[in-house]
């Protein structure tokens, strides 16, 4: 596949030149990618455009600066544009189409790729809700529990599962930005946070495994809590 300028030369890489695309040319496109069916396993909900898109939401976190955003924006509103006149189709907008800087989106309407919740693709692949009917409690984890974790990351998915089979849900985090009332509504009984035990990051990252012993000494600990959230009434 060729993203051409409006001279005919490939535009160079890199997001921002993007904004010179003038068409796609996929007479090139391996045979076999046409003839495959791809399956996107994809943690994230978020389209490629807008408030909720790419640029809006990762590219700060990589390290643009503001006009830098102004400016990935319109390469990938442009990029959309182009696509979608090469395929005859809009997947812009498209939940997940977001993910990695906008890849999926390619996949989704360059290859035709379907996309579901990696989550549910990795849960599935594990048996997890068979494994569920042995637990009284799952413990789950993320670096950070944070806004961007409720759309459709690991601890979210795992959370949901268990609480649709009545087992309560612990997370042990690094960090937890999120409050009670929404790790609730996330199927998330208590959360543990690395950082309530050192607030220091560089230090929390240090003894992180000392710092999970004690926080998993903690749980072990509080059986009256536990016994208390089991919606089944086991120890």
Not at 187 to 214: F, N, T, V
Request: charged share 20%.
């Amino acid at each position: 596949m060729r993203i051409l300028d409006a001279d005919g030369n490939d535009v160079a890489p890199g997001g921002a030149a993007l904004r010179h695309a003038a068409r796609v040319d996929l007479t090139d496109l391996h045979p076999a990618a046409r003839a495959a069916h791809f399956r996107l396993a994809c943690d994230v909900d978020n389209p490629l455009l807008g408030p909720s898109g790419a640029t809006s939401v990762y590219a700060g976190q990589k390290g643009a600066a503001a006009e830098q955003l102004v400016v990935l924006e319109d390469a990938m509103t442009r990029w959309a544009q182009v696509v979608r006149a090469a395929t005859g189709r809009d997947d812009s907008r498209v939940a997940g189409a977001g993910a990695a800087g906008g890849a999926a989106f390619g996949a989704i309407s360059v290859l035709g790729a379907d996309i579901r919740p990696g989550i549910d693709t990795v849960l599935g692949l594990v048996d997890f809700r068979g494994r569920l009917a042995a637990a009284d409690l799952v413990v789950t984890g993320k670096g950070s529990l944070d806004a961007q974790s409720l759309h459709g990351k690991a601890p979210i998915g795992v959370a949901a599962d268990a609480r649709r089979a009545g087992i309560p849900v612990l997370a042990v985090c690094g960090r937890n930005l999120l409050r009670d009332i929404r790790l609730h509504s996330a199927g998330i009984s208590a959360a543990y946070a690395l950082a309530d035990l050192e607030p220091d990051l560089h230090r929390s990252i240090r003894h992180a495994a000392e710092l999970l012993r004690r926080i998993g000494c903690t749980i072990a600990a509080s059986s009256d809590e536990l016994t208390t959230l089991s919606t089944r009434g086991e120890s």
